[in-house]
């Protein structure tokens, strides 16, 4: 998942970290995992809440990213209707992006085990 | 896996791009609604919610933009929008598009024609099946190859099983058969082939059927055509099959039609019909197939996979050496059977590749010159739009971005100057053949579209990249101020004044080196002909006989009459008959002895037979007397010596009336008195003075190959009655070219006057492309320069000085060029060496083209000079 992910535009918030390298498309997934299909403004407001406004997301920044994922076959879309009954596109995981999101998952830990080792180790 | 998922998943968001942009706009929008209404929860105000909600969604256009950017394919669509606008830049100037692209098509078109001749005569596999197995099987020794005989290839080829099979082959009998029974008789070129042949070289026929082993041992009568053949007799009739040729007096039975494309194993010889190597005794007065001294065949064989080659030739050479009885063995050192790669087939161009790779050479330096040239244009252009470039740059674009588009606009010329090229080319590469009267089978593939390609490209980095950077290494400032008109930036000026004069050497040395080499290969055109011949070829009128072996004697038998019938001729002085003479297709080689004086390899000795009368036509006698009728079967054998001949064999004694004999050492009982000595002939044009042996044609019998005529007046009036008096006297004969020996000459001067013409023409398109150049360099110096000229003038400077300013600056690079151009002349003088003749020194054709180059390049700076000189001074300043 070598992704470049579209950094905020108006980070002058020091508080606000940056969305790190590669991560976007790992929430994206594990959202999708973890809550069912969803569509563009539920994924962003999810990923919000879990990071519990320490990101600075614009949420357009997702709409890039679910195509990417969808053109890998990692997730799928189809028309819906969302809860105030507008016209919504509906993502959902696929099997592929399970397996996508297990081994990212399984990435992710290890790289932060690694790096908690070393810093400990350091300090 | 995944990669070609995306790419695909890009490629289908690229097609269906309108639906993509509906797509994200709703998605989009139906986002921003639900956080809308989720701000107004929160107690906002529908205008103040709307506008958080943009807040919160960030820049709408930029993820639109990003969106896209991964939806499809985002550099096709750059390049569509750079070559869309760079055709629009195109038609807003016509005039220079269309300089552009016919420079660069006829360009690289002819190189592409060229490319594509050299590609068939040196680097082409055959069209069979596995070329890279074949490997012709050879007899060498000492490092010469020699021919088998039929007995040793049978013998070899029955009891061999390293090779996959083999084939032995000669055109030689066959090479200038006659086929009588569809109309007048005429020539047909054949070759007989061993019955293995079409197996070995997996070709199969594309009507009927091919040869086979078995059809070999029964001497059937049957041919197979080529397809060309096919087309040129027979209009491509399926009917074909079972019809008869007569070849040789021999009826054979067309059985087949070989692939279209298929021209034999032979690389120069393109057949019309193969016939199997049985049928050999019946197409010619002797039998080859039971004569082990007869060295004739050549032989090709198909490598085993599973044997490498090396294996195979030591079995074949242990195989040989134990039948070595069955093929004639010199003295000297042993003999050797060797295997050599033979996936181009048995290569009988090799001549033609040196002509070839000159004339690409030629091609590609005038092709160097038209693409300065186009630099020079696209550098004129670059500061006509230095206010545009500017402009596009102020607003933002990055110098990249406009380099990007500045080459995408020279690519564009290219392209469509390459798909122009490949249309010259096809005709260009058939002139070519045509011109060289080669038998070269060509195919335009996809070979000649990547070489036009590869040409292409590289032809426009040349041209484009030098100009683009150029042109986008503006200052903004004086950019934007030199206002839309285009103008001349001072700062920057000197810069690209530097690259037009470095353009500007490198086309005026390439004109004076092609120029040179044109002049070299003209003159050595001139030298050939007009060479003392030994002979006056413009008064001599020659008939050829092509050798028809088959009727060796018959024409014998004809040789008196037809003597008769032409000197009876109105017009005709003298008429003599010959065989394997002077300035014709065959000759025949041997050796000659005197006593105490053995034959030399050295010697190239050649035996002409000829009629009396010769020596009045010919070569005339310079001591002794020539034959006559007296000299006839019975009376004591003569010859007569070439003066070279008579220096070799006797030095400096009278020969007159001593002997010589046929053969390596002199022998007593094949002796022949010398009655007389000819002037020196040249045999060819290239051959020097020969050492050659006239014999009676009345002691020994040959076949009359050539009708010598000398005419009263002028010969080719006489052409005509002589042609209707042959066929007269003997109605079946096939009569060959009538020509006088002028016109022989230039028909043995092919490729010479092919190289004198095209460089030629090309050193002439060089010497135009330089004048273009260097007229549009000085005319856009001089015009930078017209407000220093209008000051210069209203201080008082005369108007010669005003063009002896500009003339100097021309000077300057001149001289440099004609030095840089004079050495390169140098060395391509010597690198032309095998090519030239009778060119002693090359310091005159230099100094020719080193004046017309230099008066070309100051006429073109001249016609500007004196623009600048005649400037009005009032109007020049107010141009500040």
Known sequence: MSVVILLSMDNTNGSRGEVPYGTLDLMVLK????MGPLHGYGIARRIEQVSQGGLALNQGTIYPALLRLEQHGWITSDWGISENKRRARFYSISAAGRRQLAAETENWSRAVAMVSRLLEGQS | MIRLRVALARLRGFLARRKGELRIQEEIESHLAMLASEFQRRGLSPREARLAARREFGGAAQIREEWRRVRGLPWIETLARDVAYALRQLRRNPAFAAA???????????????????????????????????VQVELAQNGQPQHFSYPLFRELEARQNALDGMF?????????????????AKAVHGALVTGDYF????????????????DDRTSAPLAVISDRFWEAEFERSPAVLGQTLEINRVVATIIGVAPRGFFGETLGQTPDVWMPMSLQPRLMPADYLNAPYFTWLAVIGRLRPDVPVRRAQAALDALYQRNANLSVRTAGPPTRLQLRPASRGIDELRHFADPLYVLMAIAGLV??????????LLLSRAAARTHEIGVRLAVGAGRGRLLRQLLTESFVLSAIGAALALWFARWGSRMLVVLARQQIALEPGWGAVAFTAAVAIGVTCLFGIAPALAATRVDLHTALRAGRRGGYPPGRGGRRQFLRKSLVVVQVSVSLLLVFSAGLLVRTLSNLRRQNFGFQP????????????????????????????????????????SAFGPMADFQQTGFFAAPGRPAQESDAARMVHVSPGYFHIMARIVAGRGFTAEDRQGATPVAVLSQTAARKLFSQDDPVGKFVSYSKQFERRQ????????????????????FIVYVPLAQNPAPVTEIEVRAAGDPAAIAAIVRSAIQSAAPNLRIGEIRTLSDAIDAGLIQERMMAWLSAAFGALALLLTFVGVYGVIGYAVERRI???????????????????ILKDVSLSLGVSLLVGGAASVAAGRALKNLLFGIGSVDGTLAGAALSIAAVSLAAAYLPARRGARLDPTEALREE
């Open chain 2, 367 to 376: 092709l160097l010159i038209a693409s300065s040239n186009l630099a020079n």
């Open chain 2, 100 to 134: 552009a692209i016919l420079t660069l098509a006829l360009g690289i078109g002819a190189n592409t024609a060229i490319y594509q001749v050299l590609y068939a005569v040196v680097f082409r596999p055959l069209p069979v099946t596995e070329p890279g197995r074949l």
């Open chain 2, 199 to 214: 197996r070995v070289l997996g070709v199969t026929a594309r009507l009927g059927r091919v040869f086979t082993k078995q």
């Open chain 2, 787 to 805: 407000p220093e000229i209008g000051i210069r003038l209203a201080l008082g400077a005369r108007r010669g000085q005003i063009s002896s300013l």
């Open chain 2, 168 to 184: 032995a082959v000669s055109e030689f009998p066959l090479r200038q058969a006659t086929l009588r029974g569809r109309g007048l």
């Open chain 1, 31 to 34: 959202t999708l995992d973890s």
């Open chain 2, 671 to 690: 002796q022949l008195l010398v009655a007389g000595v000819a002037h020196d002939v040249h045999f060819a044009p290239r051959d020097p003075y020969g």
């Open chain 2, 538 to 577: 413009d008064r001599i009128l020659q008939v050829g006989l092509p050798l028809e072996i088959s009727a060796w004697r018959h024409n014998a038998a004809l040789a008196d009459p037809l003597r008769e019938k032409i000197s009876a001729l109105p017009g005709v002085r003298v008429t003599a008959l």
